[in-house]
């Protein structure tokens, strides 16, 4: 298998599972790239590397027995071929510089989530309790109107 074809030729994930659900894929191979394994498609006289999401790079599985769990699960194939001659099992782990950042932003959402769930907790516990009291249609106008009036001031002071 020439190594070009992995450069070359690949097929997004989404592509991979349409034709393997209509049965259209005839094969498989999974080949070995130095830092994972690569899974090659082939369809009619076709064969290309499925792409990793949202880009037309191919994908690297980590270790062989994900891209083989892939090939077996995913794409309904019991038999495929393992091409190792390109695998270099020393070769640098791909890092996500991403992942300490999107992790960041999820513990944030979760503490937002959590203080947002307990405030409403709070002023239906004062509801029940009596300590909320509800606010007048008329006041809640004028109170509406004045904020209105403020945005629309500062608004004006910064020239929009």
Known sequence: MPESALVLETIDGKAVRNLADARALSGAVVIGQPGGFAVLVRYGATERAVAAQRSRRVRLWRNLNT????????????????????????????????????????????????????????????????????????????????????????AALNGN
Do not use: C, M
Not at 89 to 101: F, L, S
């Open 67 to 154: 891209a083989a769990a892939y090939v077996r699960e995913e794409l309904g194939f019991e038999r495929f071929e393992i091409d190792l001659t390109q695998h270099d099992p020393a070769a640098v782990q791909r890092k996500r510089p991403d992942t300490a950042e999107r992790q960041r932003q999820l513990r944030e959402a979760a503490e937002h989530d959590a203080w947002f769930r307990s405030q409403v907790q709070l002023a239906l516990d004062g509801i029940e309790e009596g300590s909320n009291q509800p606010v007048a249609g008329d006041e809640w106008e004028a109170r509406v109107r004045a904020k209105r009036a403020e945005l629309v001031r500062r």
